[in-house]
């Protein structure tokens, strides 16, 4: 069985971390071998850059900074653990990838969208074979999130009027990539969206 590289997208508090181990569990369940892993992370170099990124003012960093941040976290990430997992034969389930990335820069500045996919094309080079948008209402999101706060606030500070254009900008993308995404309703008990996340993945 060929390797399979799926990413979870969303808003914060959409249920991607909470979905991602469930089906994680579920393909588990079925035989397969699973590496569950997230972004910004992922390795451990790309876990010290994600202190970088996602701890202190939310103004610690310029755009473009923070766009080669993330871009040498994912690098590493890929070359430690997505890639040795995929040339195992394993299922690779990562909680945010480039697409993350597209929305935050591209809400925030505009202009940089040509950059990040400059970036992605020279030092990432590839997309998930199955990327499953968890699609909520950011006002339900940006209250399950504030319940499990931590250190790591940087980017829920900034608030709901991101979170909203944030997610207007995950359906489009969506929509541009028909192939790849599958928009999963994430405003259900956990079980179900569960079941609709393990029928996008089994074709089921
Ligand atoms: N379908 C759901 N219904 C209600 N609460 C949920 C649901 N999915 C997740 N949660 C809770 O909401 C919070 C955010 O979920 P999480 O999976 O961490 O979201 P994300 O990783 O997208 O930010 C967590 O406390 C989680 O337990
Ligand atoms: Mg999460």
């Known amino acids: 069985m060929p390797g399979r590289f799926i990413s979870f997208e969303g808003i914060d508090g959409s249920g991607k971390s909470t979905q991602a181990r469930l089906l994680t569990d579920a393909l588990r369940a079925r035989g397969q071998s699973v590496v569950l892993t997230r972004e910004p992370g992922g390795s451990p170099g790309a876990e010290e850059i994600r202190r ?23 690098r590493d990430h890929l070359e430690k653990t997505i890639r040795p997992a995929l040339a195992r034969d394993e299922t690779v389930i990562t909680d945010r990838f480039a697409d993350s ?38 006002e339900v999101g940006l209250s399950r999130a504030v319940a499990r706060q931590g250190a790591e606030q940087r980017f829920e500070d900034m608030g709901l009027d991101l979170q909203r254009r944030m997610r207007a900008g995950f359906l489009a993308l969506a929509a541009a990539h028909p192939g790849r995404f599958r928009v999963i309703d994430g405003a259900r008990d956990p079980q179900a969206v569960a079941a609709d996340v393990l029928a996008a993945v089994t074709g089921g």
Request: charged fraction near 25%; charge should be negative; avoid cysteine.
């Open 101 to 138: 990335t597209r929305m935050y820069q591209g809400i925030s500045r505009g202009d940089l969208a040509a950059v990040v996919d400059q970036l992605h094309r020279l030092m990432i080079g590839v997309e998930p074979d199955l990327t499953l948008l968890i699609d909520i209402d950011p």
């Open 52 to 74: 970088l990124v996602l701890e202190g003012n939310p103004d610690r960093w310029s755009a473009e900074t923070e766009l080669l941040l993330f871009t040498a976290a994912r």
